[in-house]
């Protein structure tokens, strides 16, 4: 369905503007009028990684007047496969600076607003207040039902989009016209069920595409052109190179946008999605040992089974010595039980010590009383133990 135009259009367009913009202009949807609507269009990208950097890209070049960037984090190399908005330059710099300076490297017309904090309950309502647009560039689910519980209440669209090794998901969430995220998932799925990308990895082009689909999104919703993605979520399919698109209809008895919604307030969303579950932070309490505890059992030939629960390719990157694989879905499904052993005290460790804490809890719950796992996971034995091994 068409909506109006989100903003006002701008009194005018500088020469210099006309010139830059020209390819938009020329299109009869977008126009002059379009174009002032994006000068005077007020954006906000949380997040400047996989998503956000191609989504900052494209809004600064689209002549998006005002970018505000939420990010508090650093660059790291890992990030340059797919965060293209860095350089090699950057890595140890604030990723809201290095996004900044790309920004205005594209368009120095636009004014770029730096929020360098995390996005929480206590400062999401006064910072989305200031934009008009929402661009929704996280990959966690708790921030993912902030952002979408903060729009609700505030009346404001954002643009969604996801991204997990080659499949990607977008769409326009907006109460007023149609359906919130909440609608099309309702409860966040149970810990350690979905992993992140960090833990499944993602095509680094993959975040090109999906993002370019948000920026296209926000353009249109902006300048009030086209059909956008409000009650429709678009499925990309990388490798078999398909798209799709499912319905989404508003729940009339959503939690936050229904007709008698239960929730009216921003809640506490880390505990609304549980990061870890509360069987597997039981199972940790008291049975969770550092990598220097680690090597120091190592050097003393303590009877230990060191059992690695992430996947084969991540194992492949790198792994503690004398480590033995067995991926977390083993445990999930049973099957490595029988062969754990009974005259060693099994020590379990994955990437940061989440998957690791939820097979604990399995372990505990089969009659493993004194099985352990490594806080901090693989890379915490690298920045504590061997600092010469890679890190993903």
């Not at 309502?125 to 200031?130: G, I, P, S, V």
């Amino acid at each position: 369905m068409s909506l109006p135009p989100l903003v006002e259009p701008a009194a005018e367009l500088t020469v210099d503007e006309v010139r830059r913009y020209s390819r938009h202009l020329i299109i009869p949807d977008v126009g002059m009028d379009g174009q002032k609507r994006l000068k005077n269009a007020k954006v906000l990208c949380v997040g400047a990684g996989g998503l956000g950097s191609p989504a900052l890209m494209y809004l600064a070049a689209a002549g998006v007047g005002t970018l505000g960037i939420v990010e508090f984090d650093e660059v790291d190399e890992s990030n340059l496969q797919r965060q293209i908005i860095h350089s090699q330059a950057d890595i140890g710099r604030s990723k809201a600076e290095s996004a900044k300076d790309s920004v205005l490297g594209i368009n120095p017309y636009v004014k770029v607003n730096l929020h360098q904090e995390r996005l929480e309950a206590d400062n999401v309502m006064e910072l989305f207040a200031q934009y008009d647009l929402i661009v929704d560039g996280t990959d966690n689910f708790a921030t993912r039902y902030l952002v979408n519980d903060a729009c609700v209440l505030l009346n404001k669209p954002y643009v969604w989009g996801s991204i997990y090794r080659f499949d990607g998901q977008a769409s326009v969430f907006w109460s007023e016209h149609g359906p919130c995220y909440r609608c099309l998932y309702p409860e966040p799925p149970p810990p350690g069920m979905v992993p992140s990308c960090a833990e499944g990895g993602v095509l680094g082009v993959l975040c090109a595409s999906i993002g370019s689909i948000q920026v296209n999104e926000a353009i249109k919703l902006l300048a009030g052109i086209g059909d956008p993605l409000v009650g429709r979520l678009m499925i990309y399919d990388a490798l078999e190179m398909q798209y799709r698109q499912v319905k989404v209809r508003k729940d009339p008895d959503c939690a936050v946008c229904g007709e008698n919604p239960t929730v009216t307030e921003l809640i506490d969303y880390e505990a609304f999605c549980g990061v870890v579950s509360d069987e597997a932070q039981e199972a940790a309490l008291g049975s969770t040992i550092t990598p220097k505890q680690l090597k120091e059992w190592i050097d003393a030939d303590e009877k230990i089974e060191i059992i690695d629960v992430r996947e084969q390719n991540e194992y492949e990157i790198v792994s503690i010595p004398g480590a033995k694989l067995i991926p977390k879905n083993e445990f999930l499904m049973g099957n490595a039980l029988q062969d754990m052993p009974q005259d060693k005290k099994i020590v379990l460790h994955c990437k940061t010590g989440v998957r690791s804490a939820e097979v604990l809890a399995v372990l505990k719950s089969a009659g493993f009383a004194d099985a352990v796992h490594v806080g901090g996971g693989v890379i915490g034995w690298v920045n504590q133990i061997e600092p010469s091994k890679p890190v993903y």
